[in-house]
Structure formats: structure tokens, C-alpha cells
């Protein structure tokens, strides 16, 4: 009598976890990494490995190690990573709110860029924020987004957008040409945060500015939820978070001035927060549906949680302004006054 096993039947691969490799900080380039979270890849389960968060004794940055190696970044950003298609088909009621905030932010980073400014938008994604400075001037800066990946540049491709497809490092752009550079939740997602802000440095002519917007790892959503599900971990795809110290230092490390570093208002790390743990801890499924970026309620509910935080300086996320600095001999511009 044949016994044949459901295995043999189906062909069922053995579980592959991640390839992981171990890194040393990328701020300072010290090894040495205490241990402060290990958590999972709770939003998109592309794995079923544990991650491990480190901050570095010597210069405080967080970071994730081991991590994924670059052949892992397909697996580890599934198709259906919501940065590569945040459109209003998806996301409704709740692409048009962040649009009306964003817009509104957008016009800030903008203000005082002369009429034919160009613009880069570094990590656009399917791009958003492209879009947005678009519609707001049509006929006046020259806008460019650039994206690591395929299917976001197509994304952002099919709306008329200049998108390039790479990175900052590697893209042959003109230097010494940009008067604005955006990195919108683009710098905590790559493996050299000084790599990336000394090209940006490069391509920004003398006295343009960065924009940076990032977690921020000293916030209350942080000390609440910083053991494990902290939704700004995003296991395994932010490899390194940010404090406003490390952020300063990070732009000194690229030789840009600080302008400001100001914390701003996002419900979404409380969101995630939340989710996190529910999940982890077994709770029913249509209790962990009520909280993401698909669901109103809660955004709404943590929306008005974290802009009391943003009213006492602790808003969920970070936002510098950069500058690569004029020639000293310049005497026209008046000297920085540096908030941090
Ligand atoms: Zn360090």
C-alpha cells in the first residue's frame, strides 16, 4: 500500500529567513551596540525573523543589527508597500486629509525658493510629494524625484513625473545645482545616512537647503513602545533612527548647517504602536484592522494624542532644515541662527 505524505503531494519549500549581516554604527563607526528592542516584521510578515535595535554607546544613534543584505531589499519591500502606491483609489478619506496637511507643509518648505528653483525630491515613492509642489506651481520650479525602486519610479513615471530610478550615490545628477533637496521618511531606510547627506551636499549650490522628515526616536510614541513595537522600527526596513542630536550630528557629519530641527505632529507611529502590540499579543484580527493607515478613527484619535505632544516639543516625528553653507568671503548673507 502506497504511503504517500501530504509533502510529497505538495511541494513545500523549507522556511528561508533573511540573510542578515551585523554592522557598526553609521554615524560614528564604533562596534559597539546596546541592545534595545527585538521585534518583527509585524505590517508586512515578509519574514518570520527577529531584528534586533542597538543604540551606539558612543554617539547615542539607534540602529538596526544585524540587517537585511541588499539582495533582501525585493523580499523585504513587498508589492504591496504602501509608499509605492498611496493613491486616493487605495487609501480615500485619508489620502485627501494628508494631502491638505502635506500640501500645507510643503508650501513651508518652499517659501523664499526663487520662481525657477529646481527640486528634488530623494525617495519620492510613487510621488506624492511631487505631485503636491506640482499643483501648487505648475509653470514654475523644475521638479525631479529619484526612487531605488522599479515599481515606485513607474508609479510616480505614469503621472508625467521626472523620476530617476537609483540611488543618490550612484544617479549621475549635475552638482552644485539644486536649491531645494527633499527627504521625506527616506533617510532612516538607507544603509549611509553621511553617504547620502554628503551627496546631497554635492548637488545643493552654495546656501540651498534639505529638508529632512523622520522618526523621532526620543518621543513619547518611542518611550511607550521603544521595547519592541514601536511603529517606527518598521522591522527590518528603517536601518537607522534619529534624536534630534543624532540628526545634527548626522548633517555635521555631511558638512550641511542646521538651520532647525523641530519635532512635528503624525499619528501614524501611535497607530502602528498600537497595532504592533495588539498583534503580538494575539489579539482578534478585526481589533488589529481598526488600526492603520486605511482606518480614520484611529489616525483621527492619535491625531489629536500627538499634537499635544507636538504642543509640549515632543511631536512623533522630526523635521531639520539643512543648508550647505555659503563662502565664508560671502558677506550678503547673514549668519544662521541655529535652533535645536
Ligand atoms: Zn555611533
Known sequence: MSTTTLHELIEVPPYVGLELV????????????????????????????????????????LYLSPRPTARELPRIYPSTY????????????????????????????????PPAARVIDIGCGD??????????NPDGWTLEGIDSSM???AAARAHDLTVHLG????????????????????????????????AVHRLLRPGGRAILVTDNANAPDFRLFGGRHWGGYHF?????????????ALANRAGLEVVSIETTMSPVNWVYSLRNALDDWGAPRWIVNRFSLRSPVSLAAFTVVDTLC???????????????????????????????
Open 151 to 153: 515599481r515606485a519610479v
Open 167 to 198: 540611488t543618490i550615490e550612484t544617479v549621475d545628477l549635475p552638482e552644485a545645482e539644486y536649491d531645494l533637496a527633499l527627504l521625506i521618511a527616506t533617510i532612516e531606510h538607507v544603509a549611509d545616512p553621511v553617504g547620502v547627506l554628503a
Open 82 to 113: 504602501h509608499a509605492f502606491d498611496f493613491s486616493p483609489e487605495r487609501f480615500g478619506f485619508v489620502y485627501r486629509v494628508r494631502r491638505a496637511l502635506e500640501t500645507r507643509r510643503a508650501l513651508a518648505w518652499c517659501r523664499g525658493l
Open 310 to 340: 507636538q504642543l509640549l516639543g515632543a511631536g512623533a516625528l522630526l523635521r531639520a532644515s539643512l543648508r550647505r553653507p555659503l563662502p565664508y568671503a560671502d558677506a550678503s548673507y547673514p549668519p544662521l541662527s541655529v535652533a535645536i
Open 236 to 248: 527590518p526596513r528603517h536601518w537607522n533612527l534619529f534624536t534630534r542630536e543624532t540628526l545634527a
Open 22 to 61: 551585523p554592522v557598526a554604527c553609521a554615524l560614528c563607526g564604533a562596534d559597539d551596540g546596546e541592545p534595545v528592542a527585538v521585534g518583527e516584521d509585524f505590517e508586512y510578515r515578509t519574514s518570520a525573523d527577529s531584528f534586533l535595535a542597538v543604540r551606539c554607546r558612543r554617539c547615542g544613534l
Open 127 to 136: 510621488g506624492f510629494h511631487l505631485k503636491l509642489l506640482r499643483a501648487v
